[in-house]
């Protein structure tokens, strides 16, 4: 046909065969593409036409404060953004979250140079729960960590790792030791781990709590994430630099898969790392 309307919906998740037989359908004098899409990933060709003038593509931005409803101050049409669902979202993800940048200003969010995860690789990993929960093999290893964080703002969190699937995320808040180390126990035999990760420096007592039990069988493994004590070839001001470091190439190499959590994603995408007379720092 001389004249040819492709539209593509969603666009920031089609694959990059998908756009190449497009190019192969506008081929005719008047032909064009209208790609419709969230700036999710600074990745992809969605990305690439969105952000790189040379693909000639007319790029019109929408953020969530361009609503009508927005703009009005009152819900002129339903269904649309408000103005309570976009003060909800900056108390939950805060104005410096990737997901801000992109699903409430419209603009693709950057990954610094210093980033030790780079938001793209965390957004390849992200899978559905039905992916995250499905049967796994008998040999599976069922590991378990709890990050401590007292009374404070921060979570204390339980999680479960699969093999290399992130099953479980419990996240509480301000809860004393006795209840911790319940829901320590009670993760531990529900989901049958075969050890379980503390976070000694969080609060002290904890993994004591769980080896004295006789009926707790799996390994309790301590961990001092400031500890400098460890092989002196390698390049990390401490343990926790040197675990990140191993997270980030999981991610690299496409082995790790994590929920669709906000908070999750918020923190592993902020996370940076500077160089030291002793090597690589988390900060």
């Not at 404060?65 to 703009?71: A, E, I, K, M």
């Not at 921060?154 to 479960?160: A, F």
């Not at 126990?185 to 002290?204: S, T």
């Not at 493994?221 to 390049?235: K, V």
């Amino acid at each position: 046909s001389p004249n040819i309307l492709i539209v593509l919906s969603e666009a920031q998740s089609i694959e990059d065969n998908i756009f190449d037989q497009v190019e192969g359908m506008t081929t005719s004098g008047n032909a064009h593409v209208l790609e419709i899409g969230n700036p999710i990933v600074p990745a992809g060709r969605f990305w690439e036409h969105c952000t790189q003038p040379r693909f000639g593509y007319n790029v019109i931005k929408l953020s969530c404060f361009d609503s009508p409803n927005v703009v009005a101050g009152k819900e002129l049409i339903p269904g649309m953004v408000t103005v309570g669902w976009i003060d909800d979202r900056r108390k939950e993800w805060g104005e410096n979250h990737p997901y801000w940048q992109s699903r409430v200003l419209g603009e693709f969010p950057q990954t610094s140079k210093d980033a030790i995860i780079p938001l793209e690789w965390i957004m390849r990993a992200i899978r559905d729960k039905e992916f995250l929960q499905e049967i796994y093999p008998e040999d599976c290893l069922k590991v378990g960590g709890l990050d401590v964080s007292k009374m404070g703002n921060d979570e204390t969190v339980h999680l479960v790792c699969a093999g290399p699937k992130l099953s479980r995320l419990d996240p509480f808040f301000k809860v004393e030791i006795n209840e911790t180390v319940g829901w320590a126990k009670g993760l531990i035999k529900e989901e049958q781990l075969d050890a379980i990760a503390v976070d000694e420096g969080g609060l002290a007592g904890i993994c004591s709590f769980l080896e004295e039990d006789p009926n707790i069988r799996c390994a309790v493994l301590r961990i001092q994430f400031g500890s400098t004590d460890m092989d002196d070839s390698l390049d990390f001001a401490n343990l926790a630099a040197a675990m990140w470091w191993n997270l980030r190439e999981s991610f690299e190499k496409q082995e790790i898969f994590i929920p669709d959590d906000p908070i999750l994603i918020g923190q592993l995408s902020q996370r940076k790392f500077t160089y030291t007379s002793v090597g690589k720092k988390v900060i």
